[in-house]
Every structure is written in structure tokens, then in C-alpha cells.
């Protein structure tokens, strides 16, 4: 196993009595984006919280299974040994520290880094105000005052502050306008280019489609599809139930000859 490569394995979760997961098992190749998809109450972000150890703070536990990032156990380590092992989760609806200031929310992101020291932190921002220059622009606003799609960049580059190998994103275009959700498409895309592996979660198939390589359903808890993002793009029971396209002509409609993403997507971006 490479060193940014996530394995899972039989992970079962829940809430007390309530079971969220059931013997999840998938992997996140070193350099890949992958994709859940599913709709309310599938377990997707129940997923992120066991992956990034952070489940408790939610009253959760994990109950079976092994989570391996780059051939460590991950299972036993508290949250911060996991962001310093390199894996950082950008939680669904943008919690950013409202009250702070843009800079001290990105100060407070690079406490978690992995290494590097005063030159490293110095370079994770540079590379963060090049994905994100309103976030220059805004260092000394506090956070809570920025706009929904600003306080997404925020919370994206609150995480890339640690300089993650893999990062985890829960809903980043959830409550965005189409044009803002584009945006943060494109950013999630730089950001792998970079060479940051991802693993997102989203409940617009479309938008995750068009980003990931492989991908997987989750549906109760439990993966029922998986397979290469284009295959899934392609298949008939996706795109009646994430995608919307409820026929033959209208699959052949939506999906443009370049690739299988929905075509209002790509006017959008």
C-alpha cells in the first residue's frame, strides 16, 4: 500500500441502537478522487466522522471493521494523530470559527500540519491564497461574515493549512449556487492536480461524477454500486436515481459526447 492510500474494511457504525453503516468496505488509490454518493440518511458523512476519528465528538462509535491510511491503523489514533498522519476532513456545512478572523481560521488549520515547521506553514498558505486570493483579500474579516461560498473556500483551505495527503469533503457545493458550486468543482480538481488525493462525498452525482475516477453507493448504510466513475455515469439505475434522467433520449440529452457529466454542469463552469 502506497503511503496516501486509504484501505476499508467491514466498517460497521452507529448512534447508539441506530446502525449507520454496515460492512463498508472501499479505497482511496494514492493520487485518486473517489466519490459516495447517496441520498439523506445513507450514512455518508457518519463515513467521513469513522474515517477521521471524529465520530465520538457526534455521540457515534464504530463497532467492527479496520480503516488503514498508507498501511497504518488509523482505528485507534485520536483525531489530531489523524490529521498529523495526514488525513484532514472538511465537514458538511461549512464550519468555519465564525467569530475568527479568515487568517486565524487558516492559523488554526496549519496546528494540525504534519511537518515542516515555520517554512512549511508559510508555504501552505501561499498555496491556499493561490487557490482561494478572496481569502487574502479578506485576511482580517472575520469569518462569519463572509458569504456561503466563501466560508466553503475558508473551510477547504482551513484543512489543505495541514497539508493533507488525502483530504475528505463532505457536501462542499451543499446550499452553493450552480456557478459557486462550479467553482468549488474546479478548485476540488486543482487541488488533486496538486497532488492530493480526495475522497468526496456529495449528494449531486453530477458534480461528483464529473470529479472522481471511481466511485461507490451508499444506500442505508450499506455500498450497493461501485465502479469506475464513468461506468456508474453510465449506468441506467444511476442515472434514473442520482442523475434524473428518466430515459434513453433524455440520458443521450443530458450527457454531452465529451464525458458523462450532465451538460448544464459544464455551461456552468
Known amino acids: 500500500m502506497s503511503a496516501a492510500a486509504l484501505r476499508v474494511r467491514g466498517l460497521t457504525a452507529g448512534y447508539g441502537k441506530v446502525r449507520a453503516l454496515r460492512d463498508v468496505s472501499l479505497d482511496v488509490p494514492d493520487g485518486a478522487v473517489v466519490a459516495v454518493l447517496g441520498g439523506n440518511g445513507a450514512g455518508k458523512s457518519t463515513l467521513l466522522r469513522a474515517l477521521s476519528r471524529t465520530l465520538a465528538f457526534h455521540g457515534g462509535a464504530a463497532t467492527a471493521g479496520t480503516v488503514a491510511f498508507g498501511g497504518r491503523p488509523l482505528d485507534t489514533l485520536p483525531p489530531d494523530r489523524?490529521?498529523?498522519?495526514?488525513?484532514?476532513?472538511?465537514?458538511?456545512?461549512?464550519?468555519?470559527?465564525?467569530?475568527?478572523?479568515?487568517?486565524?481560521?487558516?492559523?488554526?488549520?496549519?496546528?494540525?500540519?504534519?511537518?515542516?515547521?515555520?517554512?512549511?506553514?508559510?508555504?501552505?498558505?501561499?498555496?491556499?491564497?493561490?487557490?482561494?486570493?478572496?481569502?487574502?483579500?479578506?485576511?482580517?474579516?472575520?469569518?462569519?461574515?463572509?458569504?456561503?461560498?466563501?466560508?466553503?473556500?475558508?473551510?477547504?483551505?482551513?484543512?489543505?493549512?495541514?497539508?493533507?495527503?488525502?483530504?475528505?469533503?463532505?457536501?462542499?457545493?451543499?446550499?452553493?449556487?450552480?456557478?459557486?458550486?462550479?467553482?468549488?468543482?474546479?478548485?476540488?480538481?486543482?487541488?488533486?492536480?496538486?497532488?492530493?488525493?480526495?475522497?468526496?462525498?456529495?449528494?449531486?452525482?453530477?458534480?461528483?461524477?464529473?470529479?472522481?475516477?471511481h466511485a461507490y453507493v451508499l444506500e442505508v448504510g450499506e455500498v450497493t454500486i461501485e465502479g469506475p466513475a464513468a461506468e456508474l455515469a453510465a449506468s441506467d439505475e444511476v442515472r434514473r436515481r442520482y442523475l434524473g434522467v428518466v430515459d434513453e433520449q433524455a440520458a443521450g440529452d443530458a450527457v454531452p459526447a465529451g464525458g458523462p457529466v450532465l451538460a448544464r454542469w459544464e455551461a456552468e463552469a
Open 82 to 213: 489523524v490529521v498529523a498522519a495526514g488525513l484532514c476532513h472538511v465537514p458538511e456545512g461549512r464550519q468555519v470559527f465564525a467569530r475568527m478572523t479568515v487568517e486565524d481560521n487558516l492559523r488554526a488549520g496549519a496546528l494540525g500540519a504534519r511537518a515542516g515547521g515555520r517554512a512549511g506553514r508559510a508555504a501552505a498558505l501561499r498555496r491556499v491564497h493561490e487557490l482561494f486570493p478572496v481569502l487574502a483579500e479578506r485576511a482580517r474579516q472575520r469569518a462569519g461574515l463572509l458569504s456561503g461560498g466563501e466560508q466553503q473556500m475558508l473551510a477547504v483551505a482551513r484543512a489543505l493549512m495541514a497539508s493533507p495527503r488525502l483530504l475528505l469533503l463532505d457536501e462542499p457545493s451543499l446550499g452553493l449556487a450552480p456557478l459557486m458550486a462550479a467553482r468549488i468543482a474546479d478548485t476540488v480538481k486543482e487541488i488533486h492536480a496538486q497532488g492530493t488525493s480526495v475522497l468526496l462525498v456529495e449528494q449531486n452525482a453530477a458534480l461528483a461524477l464529473r470529479l472522481a475516477t
